[in-house]
């Protein structure tokens, strides 16, 4: 089945460091990925939409300047938290969609990530 | 994002017992009602999924019940067993759209 790899699993970095998430489709190419963010005990919420080679989509609430998306290649997106706080801590978890979306084929997920900013 | 509405919030069954796990929600637009089971670390993975064409779809001992005038949809697991133990979410699209609704979830746990 479809894959989609998270790296790195967790993180743990010092207030005010930027750290990067990345987020793999190992055997399909993703035309849209998007990021989650879960804090303990909570629901998945959406972040932002990224789209391969355009600017991503951020939802209402969500920094873009500090959340900085990159979706350079159809097996690539990146999530990098910028001058991160301890608040930023968090589950981060990606979704990617593959060219050949349908009921049959939805989104998949990654494992998520684990910050932890001290 | 509009809401979708989860209960329980966390569900005690036995062994070999029915848990069920409801969800409602608002926008009569969402056409794809997927239930994701997610260890504890680990991303939500897709159990099963229903569109509103059909009131029922099974899946081993997984089945959604979905009832599109009360804009509800329910999961129900069989013969329930302790790996069955997780959390689960509902949510909600329109398919066209993609952006996944999620539920507040409900922390399901099998006892012997």
């Known amino acids: 089945g479809a894959v989609v790899s998270q790296h790195p699993s967790w993180v743990i970095c010092k207030s005010g460091t930027s750290v990067k998430i990345e987020c793999r489709s190992l055997d399909f190419q993703a035309t849209t990925m998007f990021w989650y963010r879960q804090f303990p005990k909570q629901s998945l919420m959406l972040m932002a939409t990224?789209?391969?080679?355009?600017?991503?989509?951020?939802e209402q609430g969500v920094e873009k300047d500090k959340f900085l998306i990159n979706h350079a290649s159809l097996t690539l997106s990146t999530l990098t938290v910028t001058s991160a706080h301890p608040e930023d801590s968090s589950f981060y978890i990606c979704?990617?969609?593959?060219?050949?979306?349908?009921?049959?084929?939805?989104?998949?997920f990654g494992n998520g990530t684990r910050l932890t900013v001290t | 994002q509009q809401q979708v509405k989860q209960s329980p919030q966390s569900l005690i069954v036995q062994k070999g017992g029915i848990s069920i796990i409801n969800c409602a929600y608002e926008?009569?637009?969402?056409?794809?009602f997927p239930w994701y089971q997610q260890f504890p670390g680990k991303g939500p993975a897709l159990l099963i999924a229903i569109r509103p064409d059909v009131s029922e779809k099974k899946e081993g001992r997984f089945t959604i019940s979905f009832n599109k005038s009360a804009k509800q949809f329910s999961l129900h697991i069989m013969d329930s067993q302790p790996g069955d133990s997780a959390t689960y979410f509902c949510a909600s699209s329109n398919f066209g759209n993609e952006k996944l609704t999620f539920g507040t979830g409900t922390r399901l746990t099998i006892i012997p």
């Open positions: 926008n009569t637009a969402f056409d794809y």
């Open positions: 990224s789209n391969e080679g355009s600017k991503a989509t951020y």
């Open positions: 979704s990617a969609r593959g060219t050949g979306y349908s009921y049959n084929s939805p989104l998949h």
